[in-house]
């Protein structure tokens, strides 16, 4: 067995999977924890001493389930978070000398192309499609079919660097969301618009949150990517738009890291599907950890 952690912006992710020899995934084991590392220090590109400590905390955890099930193949890969932070170092070292654990720190671009690499596990690109990516301190846009990617890039707009730069009002108003929508548009251009699909396939993360928040139930997938209704899409991110944090905190579909920062993915995912005049949606089980986790195959 294989472990992978993914050390994203807001949370570590943890999965231990056996690989078949045809390079089948069989995930044995999964978790995720809040962590919240770029929380307090991102636009000043570092580590809060705070979070220095809960990812250690969390890491820990990790590291040790990890040894409970018998596996020490674990590899450790760190995103936007940590390759911006000019203390890294700090992390990184303690990482190393207090759990034996080496944080392998790579570029946005590498994120996009193993993000590929585990959408494709999920689906057959039968005509090109934009996968999306959306992270906390980055959020990753891949062009791809079967044959591989056309093109792709990885753009600071994170919904932790968004939460950290504006005051918005709760609920958010019409201002806000105008706000926004231009922080967007001056962040990634004509980028979106260059791109010759109307195809979105969301990658994990907060698209499995908003399968749930559509059906009211888990998201399983069987290793499979869903094609979920245009329409039922637009109206449940026009909900969570609307909605207060007082209604997310009741709600039951959405996991504590991403009560607050709900509404800023689904406006983001609502400009990007008007970007590209998108037809069709796509949501995969699979992204970063499912692609890396392959190694070398």
């Known amino acids: 067995m294989k472990a992978l952690i993914d050390l994203g912006t807001n949370t570590f992710n943890l999965m231990i999977a056996d690989i078949t020899s045809d390079g089948q995934i069989r995930i044995q084991h999964s978790e995720k924890e809040g962590v919240a590392l770029g929380m307090g220090g991102i636009h000043e590109k570092r580590i809060a001493p705070d979070a220095i400590e809960r990812a250690v905390s969390c890491l820990g955890r990790f590291v040790a389930t990890c040894h409970s099930k018998g596996v020490t193949d674990i590899r450790a890969i760190g995103t936007s978070a940590i390759r911006d932070a000019e203390n890294r170092s700090e992390l990184i070292n303690r990482v190393r000398e207090e759990l034996g654990l080496h944080i392998e720190v790579i570029s946005g671009l590498v994120e996009a192309q193993l993000i590929y690499r585990g959408v494709h596990q999920t689906m057959d690109f039968e005509e090109a499609g934009v996968i999306m990516d959306i992270g ?11 044959g591989g990617v056309i093109d792709m890039d990885s753009f600071n707009i994170g919904v932790s660097r968004i939460y950290q730069l504006f005051q918005f009002s709760d609920p958010m108003s019409s201002e806000d969301i105008l706000t926004l929508e231009n922080y967007l548009e001056s962040a990634c251009g004509s980028f979106l618009r260059s791109l010759n699909s109307q ?60 009560k607050r920062m709900a509404p800023l993915a689904a406006i983001k995912t609502r400009w990007v599907l008007r970007q590209l005049h998108a037809k069709r949606i796509f949501i995969s089980p699979y992204s970063l950890k499912e692609g890396a986790i392959l190694g070398d195959r």
Request: hydrophobic letters at 40%; a negative charge; charged letters at 25%.
């Open 136 to 146: 906390g301190g980055s959020t990753e846009f891949i062009l791809a079919d079967e």
């Open 199 to 258: 195809i979105l396939i969301g990658a994990s993360g907060s698209f499995e949150t908003f399968f749930e928040l559509m059906h009211e139930r888990p998201f399983t997938s069987e290793g499979r990517a869903h094609e979920v209704q245009y329409d039922h899409f637009i109206e449940m991110l026009t909900r969570i738009i609307a909605s207060s944090q007082a209604e997310r905190d009741e709600n039951p579909h959405i996991i504590s890291i991403r």
